[in-house]
């Protein structure tokens, strides 16, 4: 009875879109690990997210599958499938491992302490439009057409910094070519841009 009833409370279901995964609430990234993150944080931070057990592992290349951005308030702003939305930090912690990331001077040639700090602002300000307007998550994954997943959507908050990553994404178990006949064009993912996006580490937890 108690392994039906684990079974029943720990199994997710999503509408947008349609998936069920098996998920227990008690998540890896631990207080003392969340307690470090919250005195560190910035505006403009991006954070990097996974989930043990999500359906989405298996379909997004990389050890990091989800990506978004801290603007301030304690509140971080990322695109799921129900859209660009809106998480308390403690809400968006809840994972199995974390990557906190930051841009510094140092990362951008000739960039001063002054336009890296000009880039983040700017990039809450875009972040809190679009999800002021409501922008919905883009299930083509096509870019420009004002819907937007989870990686799409920082770059757009960052202007486009790092456009020259989009590519289409290798999988061990599928053909690229097959990759290419399912995509209508390339995708930016989340371990692209922890990988070679010039970020600078501020904390990272891989439990």
């Known amino acids: 009875m108690n392994i039906m009833g684990n079974l ?18 008690q998540h890896k990234v631990n207080a003392n690990q969340t307690r ?21 592992n298996g ?19 990322h695109s799921i499938g129900d859209g660009v939305t809106k998480y308390d ?5 809840r994972c199995d491992s974390v990557a906190q ?21 700017k990039a809450c300000i875009i972040a809190e439009n679009l999800y002021e307007l409501k922008c919905e998550y883009d299930f083509n994954f096509i870019k420009g057409d004002n ?16 456009d020259d990553m989009y590519q289409y994404p290798k999988f061990k178990w599928l053909p690229q070519f097959v990759v290419r006949k399912i995509l209508k064009e390339r995708l ?10 010039g970020l600078t580490v501020i904390n990272e937890f891989r439990n």
């Not at 029943?8 to 509408?15: E, P, R, Y």
């Not at 819907?147 to 960052?158: G, I, M």
């Open 36 to 56: 470090t993150i919250l005195n560190t944080v910035k505006d403009g931070d991006i954070f990097f997210s996974k989930h043990d057990g999500y359906p989405s």
């Open 188 to 197: 930016i993912i989340p371990q692209s841009i922890y990988d070679e996006g």
């Open 147 to 162: 819907a937007y997943y989870c990686s799409e959507f920082v770059n757009t908050c960052y202007q486009g910094m790092w």
């Open 101 to 121: 990331l930051r841009l510094v001077p140092d990362d951008l040639p000739n960039c001063t302490e002054e336009e890296a700090s000009d880039l983040k602002q």
């Open 59 to 77: 379909f997004i290349p990389g050890f990091y599958n989800h990506i978004g951005i801290y603007t301030g308030s304690n509140q971080i702003i």
């Open 8 to 25: 029943a409370s720990n199994t997710h279901f999503s509408k947008k879109p349609l998936w069920i995964s098996y998920k227990p609430e």
């Open 89 to 93: 930090i403690l809400k968006f912690l």
